[in-house]
T-cell receptor
Framework: EAAVTQSPRNKVAVTGGKVTLSCNQT?????MYWYRQDTGHGLRLIHY???????EKGDIPDGYKASRPSQENFSLILELATPSQTSVYFC??????????FGPGTRLTVL | QQQVRQSPQSLTVWEGGTTVLTCSYE??????FPWYQQFPGEGPALLIS?????DKKEDGRFTTFFNKREKKLSLHIIDSQPGDSATYFC???????????FGSGTQLTVMP
């Protein structure tokens, strides 16, 4: 079974600060995804990657950057965090759209 | 633009009853429709999925129905159990896409 881990699990940040959320997968999947989950909006795609060195914009990329330094790792970066970015963030991996495996999530609060 | 609409937002049923969740979509090119189940504190996990060439798929107590003409899909849970209490998301995608478009989710509570 796919194993996707995220760190940290909880994070409190200050407005204007830099936040980095990390994701690691151990199943050699090519594709990785970052979503945010908010009540009433479901899961919305922020960035995704087809492999090491690639990042693509999803549906709501503004205010976020992504980095895929290796097959296993995919980071989401908030250079200047804002309270509107308070949310639960999920990383997922998979090789086909019907095999997305999600991590446990990171709860981010921006004060 | 919300491409996948899901209802209801929340639902409470009694143990042993049948749960029905529904979704509708707009893009007629969608041809793959998964349902994800999410327990509190966890990430979503694939529960069941259906392709547009089928109108029904069963997996134990869970059945998903697809109506191409009406652009609707549904998830039926028979003999609902308290352990089924979770948030359920429908989603949609199309051939060649690596992206899933998720509905807003239904929070299901099954009362013992």
């Amino acid at each position: 079974e796919a194993a996707v881990t995220q760190s940290p699990r909880n994070k409190v940040a200050v407005t204007g600060g830099k936040v980095t959320l990390s994701c690691n997968q151990t199943n050699n999947h090519n594709n990785m995804y970052w979503y945010r989950q908010d009540t009433g909006h479901g899961l919305r795609l922020i960035h995704y990657s087809y492999g090491a060195g690639s990042t693509e914009k999803g549906d709501i990329p503004d205010g976020y950057k992504a980095s895929r330094p290796s097959q296993e790792n995919f980071s989401l970066i908030l250079e200047l965090a804002t309270p509107s970015q308070t949310s639960v963030y999920f990383c997922a991996s998979g090789d086909r759209v019907n095999e997305q495996y999600f991590g446990p999530g990171t709860r981010l609060t921006v004060l | 633009q919300q491409q996948v609409r899901q209802s209801p937002q929340s639902l409470t049923v009694w143990e042993g009853g049948t749960t029905v969740l529904t979704c509708s979509y707009e893009d007629s090119t969608f041809n793959y429709f998964p349902w994800y189940q999410q327990f509190p504190g966890e990430g979503p996990a694939l529960l069941i999925s259906i392709l547009s060439v089928s109108d029904k798929k069963e997996d134990g107590r869970f059945t998903t129905f697809f109506n191409k003409r009406e652009k609707k899909l549904s998830l039926h849970i028979i003999d609902s159990q308290p352990g089924d209490s979770a948030t359920y998301f429908c989603a949609a995608s199309y051939s060649g896409s690596w992206q899933l478009i998720f509905g807003s989710g239904t929070q299901l509570t099954v009362m013992p």
